[in-house]
């Protein structure tokens, strides 16, 4: 099974983030959950959280692999992580008709291109109960500039690898954000330079 250490080292910290913000027995749908290991550890720790994953395609076996071995048992009460959902967020007819408390994203607007962030945000805003939070969490620039040498050497690794790739700049995701109907809350910092930019519906 595909394993990220990354998702090893940050689940944690993220899971606080989480509880700080959301509902205790909130329903979130993840974009781009990968190896869904975020999705098993956070039901295996949350009573009463109903988690939604999701990926493209092309990831979509990798993920259900992990749900079905790991998810199905020793999840916390009345937790409840579904069968992942192939969503690509360029494709307006995969996303869920129903309504969520929270969107949660890990590590994927600097892999998806710069024109699929609109639709990340505008499809996020678009499945979001009233007042519900989009949150973004990965390493983000700020005003044109790296925040930190480790992630300017990550970007350029991106952008060597794939030019459609590299890390986003957090005033450019505000704008976009705004313009989806949903206002900047918070911007927290996160181990290894990570942040979580939180947004919420108005
Ligand atoms: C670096 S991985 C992050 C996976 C996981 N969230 C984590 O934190 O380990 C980026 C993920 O974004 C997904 N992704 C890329 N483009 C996407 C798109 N257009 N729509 C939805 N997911 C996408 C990939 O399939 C992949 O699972």
């Known amino acids: 099974m595909r394993c990220s250490e990354a998702c090893e080292r940050n689940k944690a910290p993220i899971l606080a983030v989480l509880r700080d913000w959301l509902p205790s027995r909130a329903r979130v749908l993840e974009v781009g959950s990968g190896s869904g290991q975020h999705a098993v550890h956070f039901c295996r720790q949350w009573p009463g959280l109903s988690w939604q994953p999701s990926d493209c395609a092309a ?33 307006q007819d995969q996303w869920p008709r129903e309504r969520f ?32 939070l989009l949150l973004l969490y990965g390493p983000f620039h700020e005003n044109g500039a790296a925040t930190a040498a480790s992630n300017a050497a990550f ?29 900047p809350c918070a911007d927290l910092p996160l181990p ?9 519906r108005r």
Do not use: C, K, W, Y
């Open 59 to 91: 990831a979509l076996a990798d993920l259900a692999e992990r749900i079905a071995l790991e998810g199905r048992s020793g999840l916390a009460p009345e937790a409840a992580l579904a069968d992942p959902l192939e969503l690509d967020v360029d494709r």
């Open 101 to 132: 408390d929270a969107v949660f994203s890990a590590n994927t607007t600097h892999i998806m291109a710069a024109s699929s962030l609109p639709r990340l945000i505008g499809g996020a805003a678009a499945v979001l109960e009233p007042a519900g």
């Open 155 to 183: 970007d350029a690794m991106l952008r060597a690898r794939d030019p459609a790739m590299g890390v986003r700049d957090a005033r450019d995701l505000r704008v976009l954000a705004q313009d989806a109907g949903l206002d």
């Open 192 to 200: 290894a330079q990570n942040r979580m930019l939180i947004f919420r």
